[in-house]
């Protein structure tokens, strides 16, 4: 008799605990109605050199909710994970490939859970296996932002469901709505769960104590950014520096610094010369560990970020208030337009009290009536022909409000692009004049 078995593809340690969260709310139905399948990605640059997921603490737990765990990045050796995509012709050849790797039988149903279901390997799952229908799940904010690329239709039917947290009640997501896929949230109380358990998991590791002894009352959370090119490593030392030195200018004398997994040793030595400088303890904690686990154990005062999920998951499940650094500087940086930081960026930055202006740190509530508007906004101008009938609502928006809107949002030239309030007749008609150069330019290459 044919059986389900669901497939659950998961990268990160968040996104597994979202997958756990939504497990144990019965957003998949009851244990043992299907085969659960943890696959398990690395999508790092190199990731024979990147931590992976079974070394972070929290991940036997997780795992433990699923029947078997297999690794994509072994299943697909030695193409890259983020890179490799069947060709439509051998669509069947791969589907027997996996059902045979991994003990599926050939008349079982599948379901598949993804994450980010534009790129790969979500996208190349889905195409893979036809017939199985699709939830798509977001770990952060930017399933409040617009879908980065059009899905083929053969994918984009087969979307139930789009389960995401709440971390900003009152947003809605915009992710897929395109599509008309449903919402769903994961149950707060499930997450901060799977969070507890998580910390648990991780309180016996020496490399926690040192950092609990200090007391730290503030928390700084770096990023990547140079990694994916928006900052150099030098300006992203520096905004590391700029968390530091607004948490001082604060009242903090005892920091502790939680590095992205991915960035340079040498932040932490920059860091280390800033806070001896200022005559303040700093602690470094580079351990395989989410940050909510030392915002559980550590029970700090302020923590300090640029726009990092964990800022908002310290403030909607730990009542941690929080501040932001460098939102305008990245977000002036952010190329091209469509880039998808862009609405987490803008997020953080209408909510989050600005640190460096002496802005006191809050915790993040209900989203405002404002900010709905102004995503939307950002939205149809990262994809106008996806949200095309946003168009005049984000016309009326920018009329109201673009003048009291820092200029960083809405550059005039992607204004001018779009032929939207706020661009100039110049601007405008220097653009037609490039793209009538660029036809002009087309036309003679057909020609010769």
Known sequence: MPQTTQIFQVSTLYGAATLAAALDAGLFGPRGKARRVLLVCNNAAVPETALRLDEMHGYGPIAGRFDSVVSWNEAIRPYHPSAWGPRGSDLVVWQ?????????????????????????????????????????????????????????????????????????PGLRPMLLSEYAVAPVVVPDGAFRGVLDEISRDAADDPRLAPVLAEAPTAVLLGQYLAAINI????????????????????????????????????????????AADAGVRLTVLDAPLLAETLYRLGRPELVVGCFSTAMVTASAYYDVPVARVGTA??????????????????????????????????????????????????????????????????????????????????PELRL?????????????????????????????RRNR
């Not at 045979?100 to 190349?124: C, F, K, M, T, Y």
């Not at 610094?257 to 932490?268: D, E, L, Q, R, V």
């Not at 009291?404 to 809405?410: A, Q, R």
């Not at 309030?421 to 037609?432: D, F, N």
């Open 416 to 444: 001018a692009e779009l032929a939207l309030p706020g661009s100039t007749p110049r601007t405008r008609a220097r653009i037609q004049a490039g793209r009538a150069t660029r036809v002009v330019r087309r036309a003679v």
């Open 231 to 274: 900052l150099s490593a030098r300006e992203e030392e520096d905004l590391h520096v700029r968390m530091l030195t607004g948490a001082v200018r604060a009242g903090h004398r005892s920091l502790v610094f939680k590095p992205h997994p991915t960035a340079p040793a040498g932040y932490s030595a920059a860091l280390g010369k800033a």
């Open 96 to 168: 027997r490939a996996f059902r045979l790797l991994w003990d599926i039988d050939e008349g079982d149903r599948i379901e598949l859970a993804v994450e980010s279901i534009q790129a790969n390997p979500a996208r190349a799952l889905a195409a893979i296996f036809t017939e199985a229908a699709v939830d798509v799940y977001a770990d952060g904010l930017m399933s409040y932002g617009p879908t980065r690329e059009r899905l083929p239709l053969t994918i984009a039917r087969r979307v139930r469901r789009l389960l995401h947290l709440d971390l900003i």
């Open 329 to 410: 500087l990245v977000m002036d940086r952010l190329k091209p337009y469509p880039n998808s930081n862009r609405v987490p960026l803008a997020v953080i930055d209408h909510l989050v009290p600005d640190l460096e202006r002496a802005e006191p740190p809050a915790v993040v509530g209900r989203a405002p009536d404002t900010l709905s508007p102004l995503v939307r906004a950002i939205g149809f101008c990262m994809q106008p022909k996806t949200y095309a009938g946003l168009r005049d609502t984000a016309t009326d928006w920018l009329r109201a409000h673009l003048s009291e809107t820092p200029g960083y949002y809405f």
